[in-house]
């Protein structure tokens, strides 16, 4: 870790251990967004990049000021920990060389999102974030598009980024201080949604957020973000037959067993077909899903510390993996089929309570509503983004924290005035943890 990342993070620790707390997950975004992984502070074998940093001060703060989660234990909390129990445990049936490495993604996953449960405590702390949200991520959008339009990262001058930049058919991929282009753009492309959201009740931070985040998209060159961004804001246009959700669930359905039936090739063969930016690897995904099925007894109970021979070729980083671009399976890569149907087990938790909170709100403010949908918006573009690159890096941080969003999201409750017929009184969850 250089001088800059040593004061980067002194700081960022200090806003953490210091804020009050509906501002205390900005530190968290803000250092997962400006310094790569490889700014690291190495003590031994444990390698601290600045997101375990941060993640051990929030805990330090939490357990200083006694801190909980607002409103206890919801569905979701109790399937996330069903997921990191089985994560945690399935490294006993890999190789002890594996060790500190599956250890520091399990602290990660579960830092990240126990800090963001802590400090949001409903959707008035989730609407506040998002707004700042969308002005932080216009420094890293400048950065970026000098980058693509430079081959220069401004981030990786101070360390904070890869000094080199990627080229494919002759144009610059920026990535910021992310590990790959596709990663950085999909920061942009799951913010999307959340900043169109704010179109009616703030439209300058509305406009911020969307330049911001389609500046991203672009200046990453990648078709991965692209595909992102379309899936976010496709979601999000569906708001107008919110009532129609589980029919269109049906025909989405409906829709693949006819492709199933009238392709030759599986159905995920479809992702072979998308090339938006010219030089995509999307026969690479088809492959790799075809591999991970034919190979289905090496990993299917617990993971498999070996997939080199899936693939004909591999990457510079490992000599016994392939190149994992599809988190669903890299999850099982992990922990095998338990860990990926638990994985997609929260998914549906968590799309669920989206669901159960926008019943819940009727006769709520139209932009508290559609906010909610948003977040369901944002989730979706996630689901679609797992199937061509793996969060091997602080991307993790922003599903963490949009999985904490929705887990805090105002459940109504039946007020005695209106149990009696008085009139529509309801109560969120923000105002009801105020009283207790």
Known sequence: MNFFGIVFALVNSALLLSLPRRWAALPLLLGSAYITRDQQLVIGPV???????LIAAGLIRVAMNGERISGGINSL????????????CSIVFHKAEFLVFRLGIFYDIVGFYYLFRVFIRGLEDVRALFK?????????????????LTGNNLLGLIGFGPADVEITNGHYRAQGPFSHPILAGTIGGVSLPLALCFWRENRAVAITGIVAALAIVFASGSSGPIITTLAGVAALTFWVLRRQ????????????MFLSLVMNDPVYYLVARIDITGGSTGYFRAKLIESAIAHLSEWWFAGTDYTR??????????????????YYIQIGVWGGLALIVLFVWMLVVAFRRIGQALRASRGAP???????WGLGSSLFAHTVTFFSISYFDQTIAFLCFLLACIASLPVLQKAPAQIQGQGPLWRSAEQIAARS
């Open 47 to 53: 390698h601290l990049p600045m997101m375990r940093i």
């Open 77 to 88: 909390d109790r399937i996330a920990r069903l997921w990191a129990i089985w994560n945690a």
């Open 132 to 148: 700042m949200l969308c002005v932080l991520l216009v420094p890293l959008a400048v950065t970026m598009l000098v980058e693509k």
């Open 245 to 256: 959700v589980r029919t269109i669930r049906w025909l989405a359905v409906i829709g693949v």
């Open 309 to 326: 021979h899936w693939m004909a070729s591999g990457i510079e980083a490992s000599a016994v993996h392939t190149d994992m671009t599809n």
């Open 366 to 372: 139209s932009g508290r509503r559609f906010l909610i």
